[in-house]
């Protein structure tokens, strides 16, 4: 302990020494030693009194450099010496662990959630509201591992950007949303994000599966969207998906449902009909439906999943109920 002290009033010696061009030599040659992974460097310069909250011109700290630059040791150097990992940067407010989130790195993700206070980490947000989850559903490099990361390191699955976007309503919009969808829908994020945003892009973007995996996890079918009052069902249509209007019907969404100029999606099928002169497909599977109603089965079920509600549907396989009827409920 002694001797430890006395090389902390050496090293105080040593800095009111320098000059502010020495000083200043010193920033550089650390900052060059992290880009070029001289973690030996790194080590002395912070033994030396080098501080490792440092900030660069650039806005970075020297450990947002550290997880930019790919440098797991020197991260770890950095933390090791007193770096604050919940600290943004002075661009965007990002933190170390936005760095890591955007840029794919698992290892130093973790390390950097293992250093202290994940929590407050997991869930620190940038100048627009934007959590690492948030990053991390919007990039393509390692995003299911680095979302499973962030979740098990307590990142809330709901939270909002200032523009009210969720890690749901972002994940849909990214190359791998299907996969990254279901984690997030798995660990409790509302399928309604957004007033039912990820129902109605996927609708709109002709992705089946996608709609199939949020109307399985609950997806209010009959949601009036900010757009006209468009329901689902209305937007199907529109972009004549008739595997969505097939599903959304399935599904529960009603056909009589009106949006804010007074017309049914059945109308607008009618309408798009007419428009395209043709045999609008759409148009003609609602017709059929409107005039055979659902038969009692259907309704049992879409009244059990109802009752159940968004949150409680994972409960359906602890009914009282043969396999059979399980599945059935659960749309297998």
């Known amino acids: 302990m002694p001797k430890q002290k006395a090389r902390h009033r050496q090293t105080a010696v040593r800095k009111r020494r320098l000059s502010p061009k020495e000083n200043a030599a010193r920033y550089t040659s ?22 490792p909250n440092y900030f660069l011109q650039s806005g970075f700290s020297l450990l947002h450099l550290a997880v930019a630059v790919n440098r797991e040791r020197c991260v770890r150097m950095l933390l090791e010496h007193g770096a604050h990992p919940h600290v943004g ?4 407010g990002y933190t170390p662990l936005h760095i890591a989130a955007t840029c794919g790195q698992i290892r130093i993700a973790r390390l950097i959630l293992g250093h202290e206070n994940c929590y407050q980490i997991a869930n620190a947000t940038s100048d627009r509201g934007l959590t690492p989850l948030h990053v991390a559903t919007a990039t393509n490099k390692n995003s299911i591992q680095m979302i499973t990361l962030l979740v098990e390191g307590g990142a809330e699955v709901n939270a909002a950007t200032v523009n009210g976007d969720t890690p749901l309503s972002l994940v849909v919009r990214s190359e791998k ?4 969808a279901k984690q997030l829908l798995e660990k409790g994020a509302d399928v309604d994000a957004q007033q039912g945003f990820p129902l109605c892009f996927a609708v709109l973007n002709n992705d089946n599966d996608l709609v199939r995996l949020l109307l399985v996890h609950g997806a209010n079918v009959n949601f009036r969207g900010i757009s006209h009052g468009h329901t689902p069902l209305h937007l199907s249509v529109v972009v004549d998906n008739l595997r969505a209007t097939q599903l959304l019907y399935e599904f529960g969404a009603e056909p009589y449902c009106l949006n804010q100029s007074g017309k049914s999606a059945l109308q607008l099928a009618e309408l798009c009909s007419r428009v395209a002169r043709d045999n609008h497909p759409c148009y003609t599977f609602l017709q059929e439906r409107s005039r055979s109603p659902r038969t009692l089965q259907e309704i ?6 109802r009752i159940l509600g968004k949150w409680r549907l994972q409960h359906i396989n602890d009914l009282p109920l043969t396999k059979v009827m399980i599945q059935f409920l659960n749309h297998e």
């Open 300 to 305: 049992c079920r879409l009244y059990i999943r």
């Open 89 to 92: 940067d002075r661009n965007r």
């Open 177 to 180: 949303r299907r996969v990254c």
């Open 30 to 51: 650390i900052q060059e030693a992290i880009g070029l992974g001289d973690h030996r460097l790194v080590q002395d310069l912070l033994q030396d009194g080098v501080d």
